[in-house]
C-alpha cells in the first residue's frame, strides 16, 4: 500500500503548505486591514468604530440627557452598523462618529419667559428664578401700579437665557417707567384738582368781594355800621326781648335810602332826645363806646349767639363786662354818629349776622 502512504504524505505536505499559505495570508490581511463597524446614518457613511455596544450606549445616553434646560432629544434616523474589514489607514474615531450623529439630533430646550402685560421680555433658567425675579419686582411696589407680571414656559431648539442680572435689569426699566407714568398721572390729576379748588376759591373769594363791596357800611356817606363780614350761620334760635324804647318806626330793617349805600341792617325807632335806652333782654355788655358811624353803641350778649346793639346813643350808663338785667336802663337816645335826627338804630343779631328786629318786636 505505497500509494496510500504517497498521498497521505502528498496530502500532509499539501495541507502544510495550504495552512503556512492561509497563515500568511490571514497574517498579511490583519496587518493591512482590520475589522471595523462602519457607521451609516439614512445611508450615508459616517466613519468607522471598533465597538459597536460602547457608541450605542454613548448615543442613547446622549438621548436620555435631560441635564440644565434640556427638555428633549429626537433623533431622524437610528445609525446602522456593518461588520467589515477596512485598510488600517481608514481613520476609525469614536469620537468623530459620536459628533456626526449628534449633528443629526434635535435637542429641545425648556425655559421661563417673564411677560409684561403678556409680552415676553425675558427668558430665564427655571421657574423659581422667574418667580424670585417677579417678587423683588412687586417689592415696595406702590399698589395702584399693576406690572402685569407672568410666567411663560417657552420650548425652544436654541437656548438664550438672560442673566439674572439682565433680566432685573430689563423688568427693572420696565417698572421704573411704569411707576413714572403712573406718578404723572396722579400728579396731573392732583394739579387738575389744585386749579378746581383754585378756581373756586377765587370765585367765591370774588362772590364775597362783590357782596362785602355791596354790604360795605356807608361810613362816608351811609348811617349805621358795618355788617360783619360774610353773615355767619345761625347758631342759635330765638330768645325773648323786650322794647328797648317806644317811638316810632323811622326806618325799617332792609330798606334802602338815599343816604345809605347799603341795606339797612337794623331797625330805627324815633323818640326824643336823651329818652332811656333798656336793656332788650338780659346779658353781657360786650362794647359800650364811639363806633364810627354808629356813634356811642352799645353791644349786649345774651348767650346762645345772641346779641343786640344799640346806636346813635347820647349817653351810655354801661361798660363792657358788665351784666344786665332785662329793662335795665343802658344809655340815651341820641344822633351821634351818622344820623340825620335823635333815633335809636337797633340791630339784633343771631350768630353774628343781622336778623330783622321785627320778627322779634315792634
Ligand atoms: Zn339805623
Not at 377765587?202 to 368781594?209: C, F, G, H, I
Not at 329793662?327 to 339784633?348: D, F, K, R, W, Y
Request: proline content about 2%; overall charge negative.
Amino acid at each position: 500500500m505505497n500509494w496510500v502512504k504517497y498521498y497521505t504524505r502528498e496530502a500532509f505536505k499539501t495541507l502544510k503548505v495550504v495552512t503556512v499559505g492561509s497563515a500568511i495570508i490571514v497574517s498579511v490581511a490583519f496587518i493591512k486591514y482590520r475589522p471595523v463597524y462602519k457607521v451609516t446614518l439614512s445611508g450615508e457613511t459616517i466613519g468607522y468604530i471598533e465597538n459597536k455596544e460602547s457608541i450605542e450606549e454613548n448615543i442613547e445616553k446622549y438621548l436620555d440627557d435631560t441635564t440644565g434646560n434640556i427638555a428633549f432629544r429626537e433623533i431622524a434616523a437610528m445609525p446602522e452598523y456593518e461588520f467589515k474589514l477596512v485598510n488600517r489607514a481608514e481613520n476609525v474615531s469614536e469620537k468623530d462618529v459620536v459628533l456626526a450623529v449628534q449633528d443629526t439630533i434635535t435637542t429641545t430646550y425648556k425655559t421661563y419667559g417673564i411677560t409684561v402685560d403678556g409680552e415676553q421680555k425675558v427668558v430665564v433658567g427655571s421657574q423659581d428664578e422667574a418667580e424670585k425675579i417677579i417678587n423683588e419686582l412687586n417689592e415696595d411696589l406702590n399698589k395702584n401700579i399693576d406690572l402685569k407680571l407672568g410666567v411663560v414656559e417657552v420650548f425652544s431648539t436654541e437656548l438664550t437665557l438672560n442673566s439674572e442680572d439682565e433680566a432685573k435689569g430689563t423688568l427693572g426699566e420696565i417698572k421704573t417707567a411704569k411707576v413714572k407714568e403712573y406718578e404723572e398721572a396722579v400728579a396731573k390729576e392732583k394739579a387738575a384738582k389744585a386749579a378746581a379748588r383754585a378756581k373756586a376759591k377765587a370765585l367765591a373769594l370774588a362772590q364775597a368781594q362783590a357782596q362785602a363791596q355791596a354790604q360795605a357800611q356807608d361810613e362816608t356817606q351811609g348811617i349805621e355800621g358795618a355788617v360783619e363780614v360774610a353773615a355767619a350761620p345761625v347758631s342759635a334760635g330765638p330768645i325773648s326781648f323786650i322794647q328797648p324804647v317806644s317811638g316810632s318806626i323811622s326806618s325799617r330793617y332792609g330798606s334802602r335810602s338815599s343816604v345809605r349805600s347799603s341795606v339797612h341792617t337794623g331797625l330805627d325807632i324815633a323818640c326824643p332826645q336823651g329818652t332811656t335806652i333798656v336793656a332788650a333782654a338780659s346779658g353781657v355788655v360786650t362794647f359800650a363806646g364811639y363806633n364810627g358811624s354808629y356813634g356811642n353803641l352799645i353791644k349786649i350778649d345774651h348767650g346762645n349767639g345772641s346779641e343786640t346793639w344799640y346806636a346813635h346813643c347820647s349817653a351810655i350808663y354801661v361798660s363792657a363786662g358788665q351784666s344786665v338785667a332785662t329793662g335795665s336802663a343802658i344809655g340815651a337816645v341820641g344822633q351821634t354818629g351818622n344820623a340825620t335826627g335823635p333815633h335809636l338804630h337797633l340791630e339784633i343779631r343771631i350768630g353774628g349776622a343781622p336778623v330783622n328786629p321785627q320778627n322779634y318786636l315792634y
